[in-house]
Every structure is written in structure tokens, then in C-alpha cells.
């Protein structure tokens, strides 16, 4: 069975600062990883994902998720939040030879001017 | 393309009523799934089909919850006999047929059983 943790619920930052979102999952097989971001009374959209390969995924808005095998980490981050960042941020895992997506319980991100 | 799309967006009912939600895939899209998503949660995997054949349904759905995608295009969840504690965000998503399983979320239909 697979399963995600995301070590915040919240994290607070001020606008222009870096931040990163935590992210840990489990699993006894190969998986692909998502991060995926929900503005209020919005559906999910996809923010990057980690298929193979190199292990520094780059998605949009300026986000980047580093995988580490050893580690089962898959953190979010960004250099320089912007104020339209808040909302609220999942991260996903799916085994590479089926379709179930297990996600987190996510992490609301709050930037503060 | 105009995406994902569910109907209703907003469902108010009584406990005891049936309600039925509709989601509308990406066109090409073969692969469909139901999510639930309670506040605070992150979503919670109900159903998937790939094209009109429903493939796996979560052992957390009750015998009240049924899906269907007649014609492998639209599908409909139905919920009979509601309970407050049906009370939640209902996520439809779609995937293509990439070998990986990225999905494109609709807005979803907020239920709320009173």
C-alpha cells in the first residue's frame, strides 16, 4: 500500500521569501509523484510531476519539487513567493504500473504582504 | 476544450434523498475518476473508470454510492439514501492514455446534507 505525508498543514510566509512544502511517501514499488495546487473554490491543477529521469522537476509558477529516492521525499519549493501563491497545495503518488493516486492531506500555504 | 466540467456545482438536500452528480471528461480523454474530499483532507480516491468499464471501486464506498459511464464519455455518481456524513467536495477527474497518470480535476459539486 502506498501512502503521502505532508509534514505542514500550514505554512505562513512572507511575500518575496522562499518556502518549501514538505512532502514524504511510502511505497514498496516505483511511483510517479505530483504536486498539484487548489485556489479556493477551484479544482486541482497540476503544479509538476516526476516521472524518471533527473531527479530536480521544474513546473509552473515558478515551482520545483526535488525527488530523493533515499529519502522518499518529494519537497515543493519556490525562491520568491508571490502573494498569489497562497492556496492550497497536495501532493500526490501513483505506482507506475497502475492508475490509483493516493494523495496528501495537503498543506495550505499563506503568503502574507 | 473547455476542461473538466460538473454539475451541479452547489447540492443542498435532506438526509434520506437520492442525488445524482455529472461530470463531462476532457473529450479524448478514456480514463475517469471520482474523488471525495472533506475540508481539511486531501482527496479521497471513490471510483475509476476507463472507458465505460469501471475498474475499481474503493472499499470505502458504501453499496448507497454508485457510477456509471454508459457510453465511456460522461459518467454519473449517484448517492441513495443520504447521510450528513455524505457531506463533502465530489472531484471528477480525467486522464488520456500517457503511460502516466496525470489527471485534469473539474471544479467539483459541493454536497451538503442537511
Known amino acids: 500500500a502506498q501512502s503521502v505525508t505532508q509534514l505542514d498543514s500550514q505554512v505562513p510566509v512572507f511575500e518575496e521569501a522562499p518556502v518549501e512544502l514538505r512532502c514524504n511517501y511510502s511505497?514498496?514499488?516505483?511511483?510517479?509523484l505530483f504536486w498539484y495546487v487548489q485556489y479556493p473554490n477551484q479544482g486541482l491543477q497540476l503544479l509538476l510531476k516526476?516521472?524518471?529521469?533527473?531527479?530536480l522537476v521544474k513546473g509552473i509558477n515558478g515551482f520545483e519539487a526535488e525527488f530523493n529516492k533515499s529519502q522518499t521525499s518529494f519537497h515543493l519549493r519556490k525562491p520568491s513567493v508571490h502573494i498569489s501563491d497562497t492556496a492550497e497545495y497536495f501532493c500526490?503518488?501513483?505506482?507506475?504500473?497502475?492508475?490509483?493516486?493516493?494523495f496528501g492531506a495537503g498543506t495550505r500555504l499563506f503568503v502574507k504582504a | 476544450d473547455t476542461g473538466v466540467s460538473q454539475n451541479p456545482r452547489h447540492k443542498i438536500t435532506k438526509r434520506g434523498q437520492n442525488v445524482t452528480f455529472r461530470c463531462d471528461p476532457i473529450?479524448?480523454?478514456?480514463?475517469l475518476y471520482w474523488y471525495r474530499q472533506t475540508l481539511g483532507q486531501g482527496p479521497e480516491f471513490l471510483t475509476y473508470?476507463?472507458?465505460?468499464?469501471?475498474?475499481?471501486k474503493s472499499r470505502l464506498l458504501s453499496d448507497r454510492f454508485s457510477a456509471e459511464r454508459p457510453k465511456g464519455s460522461f459518467s454519473t455518481l449517484e448517492i441513495q439514501r443520504t447521510e450528513q456524513g455524505d457531506s463533502a467536495m465530489y472531484l471528477c477527474?480525467?486522464?488520456?492514455?500517457?503511460?502516466?497518470?496525470?489527471?485534469?480535476f473539474g471544479p467539483g459539486t459541493r454536497l451538503t446534507v442537511l
Open positions: 477527474a480525467s486522464g488520456g492514455q500517457g503511460e502516466y497518470n496525470e489527471q485534469f
Open positions: 511505497s514498496s514499488v516505483s511511483v510517479y
Open positions: 516526476y516521472l524518471s529521469g533527473s531527479t
Open positions: 500526490a503518488v501513483s505506482n507506475t504500473g497502475g492508475f490509483k493516486t493516493i
Open positions: 473529450s479524448e480523454h478514456n480514463r
Open positions: 473508470f476507463q472507458n465505460e468499464a469501471q475498474l475499481e
